[in-house]
């Protein structure tokens, strides 16, 4: 495989978008801090991140059979640097006090699709 640059490089010549973000798949610590204690400041925490642009998409995961939550949640983040990426990931306070771990990986965004629609008359906004 080739370098990530490299790799980005290719993918903007081909007409791909080549966005870089950064995924965060967080899951909970057994025998860490209840969940639910701390999610008031880490909702907090993402408005935060989502008023100063830094936080693309976020939410929970399910089970693998789609019909349970346990617990694992999926953050995209746009950041400047894995670095700087790592750093909004360890202030969030899930991390900070030990609730959560996670993994973080740099993320090529390339093809896909949203759906916007702006309701005039009903002052409204849909993303689908």
């Known amino acids: ?55 693309f998409l976020a939410g929970p995961l399910s089970d693998d059979t789609g019909t349970q939550i346990e617990g694992a949640g999926l953050v995209i983040l746009r950041a400047q640097s894995l670095d700087h990426a790592r750093a909004l990931a360890d202030a969030d306070p899930m991390h900070s006090l030990g609730a959560r771990s996670y ?17 005039l008359s009903t002052a409204t906004i849909t993303l689908a």
Do not use: C
């Open 1 to 55: 495989m080739p370098d990530w640059t490299s790799y980005k490089d290719a993918a903007k010549a081909r007409g791909a978008l080549a966005l870089d973000l950064f995924m965060v798949h967080t899951v909970p610590v057994p025998g860490g801090p209840a969940v639910p204690d701390i999610l008031p400041d880490h909702l907090a925490y993402q408005r935060q991140l989502e008023s100063d642009g830094s936080l």
């Open 103 to 119: 993994t973080l990986r740099r993320w090529l965004v390339n093809e896909g699709s949203l759906t916007l629609s702006l309701g």
